[in-house]
Every structure is written in structure tokens, then in C-alpha cells.
């Protein structure tokens, strides 16, 4: 007779893949306010140190054959927040660009910007297109980050881009759309992972999300570690991806 315990173990293993590793991994980094908080410190910090966990867990992704990583850095409608925070991530971010680029470089990853450009002083946008550059023709990890993002922004855009080009209407078709997108050739996220506890996908990918797996924890961003990776990709590896069939 089974215990209730050998039972739940047998439960876990049906269907699980444990060599399942997903090709494009989609993390919406939020908590960083709520770390601050529960320190008593200003948010400011809370932003700092999620910034810096970037760097070990694109790291330890990359170490597990993850192909593509999505961060949700700056969103479209982040634009709204105090004009005081808003200033500190414009900052923080390109003081990341300038210490971690080179080093992204070094380890052979691929970054690109996926969003707009256009709310940036010229400074700024400059230096966003520069690691761009510099990376372009790395073979390894591809790192996107969203910044200046929104889903809906991006297929408002595509849809325009379309109009302009005078496409007929019988021409408009799924493969279509997705050819307008900011980067038409970055792979559908396997995985999408929220840190913080929330489970809103905020505007992140929105056509490209139809069939992600989705991953929330309570772990704040600055504290959601490699361990943390490890248990959102064995979740991943257990899940029966059906994209709307009957298996």
C-alpha cells in the first residue's frame, strides 16, 4: 500500500523531463521596491541591488544552456514613476552599460535593446546602440533588454508599420505581424518567471507570450539567486506543453 508521501512522489515524476532546459527564458524583475522596504531603506537601494543580481543569473542561465534571456528593465509606462526615481534608473543603467558591457562582450553574449529609443537624451541612446554593436556578432547567449518597453506600444507600432506599407488586407496574417515587431527574429518565450510574488505579465511580450509557461515566486528580485533559477526550471521540466492540442 502506498503512503500518502510515496504517492506525491510518484505524482511529481509523471510527465517530468528533468533535461527539459528552455531555448528563451522571459524574467520580469520586480520586488526591488518591497526589498528596500522591508530593510527600511530607500528604493534607490532596492533598484541597485537588483541591478546588481543581473550578472549572476544571466550568468548561471547561460551555464545552463539557456539560449535567449528577456529583462524587463524599464517599461513603457515606468515613465510615470517620481521624476526622482526615474532619474536614478536612467543613471543606473548606463553606469551597468558602461561596467558590465565589456564583460558581456568578453564571455561572448549577445546583446540587444528591445523597445524604443526615442524618450532617451541622444547621450544615452548613443551608448545603448554602442554594446549593441559591439556584441552583434556573438555566438552565445542572447540577452534582450527591455527597456523603454511596452507590449501594446510594440504591436501599435507593427500595425502602423503595416498601414505605411500599404499591405492588402488579405496579406495580413499572424507571420506578418510578428516580422513588424522590434526583433521579429527572437524565439517565443519558453518560460516567463516574475519575482515578487505578482502574477500580472505588466505589458511584458504580449504577443510573443500566448503560450509561455509562467513561473511566479515570492523571492524579490534582489535576492532570487541560483537556487531559485534551478527550482523555476525543474517547474518548467514538469509541465506538459499542449500549445491549445489534445495530447
Same mark, same amino acid.
Given at each position: 500500500?502506498?503512503?500518502?508521501?510515496?504517492?506525491?512522489?510518484?505524482?511529481?515524476?509523471?510527465?517530468?523531463?528533468?533535461?527539459?532546459?528552455?531555448?528563451?527564458?522571459?524574467?520580469?524583475?520586480? #520586488?526591488?521596491?518591497?526589498?528596500?522596504?522591508?530593510?527600511?531603506?530607500? +528604493?534607490? $537601494?532596492?533598484? =541597485? !541591488?537588483?541591478?546588481?543580481? &543581473?550578472?549572476?543569473?544571466?550568468?548561471?542561465?547561460?551555464?545552463?544552456?539557456?539560449?535567449?534571456?528577456?529583462?524587463?528593465?524599464?517599461?513603457?509606462?515606468?515613465?510615470?514613476?517620481?521624476?526622482?526615481?526615474?532619474?536614478?534608473?536612467?543613471?543606473?543603467?548606463?553606469?551597468?552599460?558602461?561596467?558590465?558591457?565589456?564583460?558581456?562582450?568578453?564571455?561572448?553574449?549577445?546583446?540587444?535593446?528591445?523597445?524604443?529609443?526615442?524618450?532617451?537624451?541622444?547621450?544615452?541612446?548613443?551608448?545603448?546602440?554602442?554594446?549593441?554593436?559591439?556584441?552583434?556578432?556573438?555566438? #552565445?547567449?542572447?540577452?534582450?533588454?527591455?527597456?523603454?518597453?511596452?507590449? +501594446?506600444? $510594440?504591436?501599435? =507600432? !507593427?500595425?502602423?508599420?503595416? &498601414?505605411?506599407?500599404?499591405?492588402?488586407?488579405?496579406?495580413?496574417?499572424?507571420?506578418?505581424?510578428?516580422?513588424?515587431?522590434?526583433?521579429?527574429?527572437?524565439?517565443?518565450?519558453?518560460?516567463?518567471?516574475?519575482?515578487?510574488?505578482?502574477?500580472?505579465?505588466?505589458?511584458?511580450?504580449?504577443?510573443?507570450?500566448?503560450?509561455?509557461?509562467?513561473?511566479?515566486?515570492?523571492?524579490?528580485?534582489?535576492?532570487?539567486?541560483?537556487?531559485?533559477?534551478?527550482?523555476?526550471?525543474?517547474?518548467?521540466?514538469?509541465?506538459?506543453?499542449?500549445?491549445?492540442?489534445?495530447?
Amino acid at each position: 500500500m502506498l503512503t500518502q508521501k510515496k504517492l506525491q512522489a510518484q505524482v511529481v515524476q509523471v510527465g517530468v523531463d528533468h533535461g527539459a532546459i528552455p531555448d528563451h527564458v522571459a524574467i520580469i524583475m520586480d #520586488g526591488n521596491g518591497r526589498w528596500a522596504s522591508a530593510r527600511s531603506r530607500p +528604493r534607490t $537601494e532596492g533598484h =541597485r !541591488a537588483g541591478t546588481g543580481n &543581473v550578472r549572476r543569473i544571466v550568468q548561471h542561465l547561460a551555464r545552463k544552456g539557456v539560449k535567449h534571456v528577456t529583462l524587463f528593465a524599464f517599461s513603457t509606462e515606468n515613465w510615470e514613476r517620481p521624476a526622482e526615481e526615474v532619474s536614478f534608473l536612467m543613471e543606473l543603467v548606463r553606469e551597468v552599460i558602461k561596467t558590465e558591457v565589456a564583460e558581456l562582450h568578453r564571455q561572448g553574449i549577445r546583446v540587444r535593446h528591445l523597445g524604443t529609443l526615442d524618450r532617451l537624451d541622444p547621450g544615452f541612446r548613443q551608448e545603448i546602440e554602442n554594446a549593441v554593436a559591439l556584441t552583434a556578432l556573438n555566438q #552565445g547567449m542572447t540577452l534582450n533588454v527591455a527597456f523603454n518597453y511596452g507590449g +501594446r506600444d $510594440e504591436i501599435v =507600432r !507593427a500595425v502602423r508599420r503595416i &498601414v505605411e506599407s500599404r499591405v492588402p488586407v488579405e496579406d495580413v496574417d499572424e507571420a506578418l505581424v510578428r516580422r513588424h515587431l522590434f526583433c521579429p527574429e527572437l524565439p517565443d518565450p519558453d518560460l516567463m518567471i516574475r519575482t515578487g510574488g505578482e502574477f500580472r505579465i505588466s505589458n511584458f511580450l504580449l504577443f510573443q507570450s500566448a503560450y509561455s509557461e509562467f513561473y511566479s515566486t515570492e523571492t524579490n528580485w534582489p535576492d532570487f539567486g541560483p537556487e531559485d533559477v534551478d527550482r523555476a526550471l525543474e517547474a518548467y521540466a514538469r509541465r506538459q506543453r499542449r500549445f491549445g492540442k489534445v495530447i
